[in-house]
């Protein structure tokens, strides 16, 4: 999960969003001030049991357009499983309003925004106000559903040992069916045969899914979602029941 400013979005704190006026609304335009957007999201995420870990915001034209992502945690004990909220807006009529959820989140300034469990996008028209309550509640009730099938998909890694051999196997696999590129798969054998990391170090096949997430951060930053998603469903079939 990640936020990328690098096409003239600057970082924002909270409190700098929040002091972005939104300009008056017309006949056919209804903008949403960030105070507004914001305030509901994180009242939804609180009723839904989600705590805010980490949050982060760019501004870009002069407070025009916003990006932000929220990082949360599940109230119940014992949560390991990260997921994130992104978060894209503006005052200025050049974005609808937009959110996506999941466990892997990219939020660029360059437009690219994507989620692996949901999307909603509504433009600031007639009659905004009266639905965005409810595509908030519904993009927080789905990711709890994304969260919980990522959690049991981690317990069930952990639960399947995996040989140091094995593990071999499945990166030459991986690398021969594309999930990884050269430099990646040198990157996640290099961690699989001496763990960097208290996560890299149990012989299971969690250990080998956290050393080929750790190979995929070599490649573009924009891409990085699309190649942790193909690179869970290539471990799918070693864990899941036929």
């Known amino acids: 999960m990640s936020l990328m400013l690098h096409c003239g979005a600057m970082a924002a704190t909270r409190d700098e969003v929040l002091s972005v006026r939104k300009p008056r609304r017309t006949q056919t335009w209804h903008p949403v001030g960030y105070k507004v957007l914001l305030r509901l999201t994180f009242e939804t995420l609180e009723e839904r049991g989600w705590s805010i870990t980490g949050e982060h915001y760019g501004l870009n034209k002069g407070g025009g357009q916003l990006f932000g992502l929220l990082a949360l945690q599940n109230g119940s004990a014992g949560d390991t499983v990260g997921a994130a909220l992104g978060l ?48 908030i509640r519904r993009v927080v009730f789905r990711l709890g559903d994304s969260h919980e099938r990522m959690a049991s998909d981690l317990a069930r890694m952990r639960r399947k040992r995996m040989s140091q051999r094995r593990g071999y196997e499945l990166l030459g696999a991986a690398l021969g069916e594309k999930v ?33 997430t750790e190979g995929l951060k070599a490649g573009s930053p924009g891409g990085r979602l699309e190649r942790q998603t193909r690179a869970h469903r290539f471990f799918e079939p070693f864990y899941r029941p036929a």
């Open 88 to 135: 894209r807006a503006s005052v200025d009529k050049s974005l609808a309003n937009a959110l996506a959820g999941g466990t892997r989140v990219f939020v660029c300034d360059n437009l690219a925004f994507s989620g692996d469990s949901v999307q909603v996008l509504r433009k600031n028209t007639t009659g905004v106000m009266r639905d965005l309550g409810d595509l």
């Open 180 to 212: 990884l590129t050269t430099t990646q798969m040198r990157l996640a054998m290099q961690d699989w045969r001496e763990p960097r990391h208290p996560e890299f170090k149990a012989r299971n096949l969690y250990s080998l899914y956290n050393c080929v």
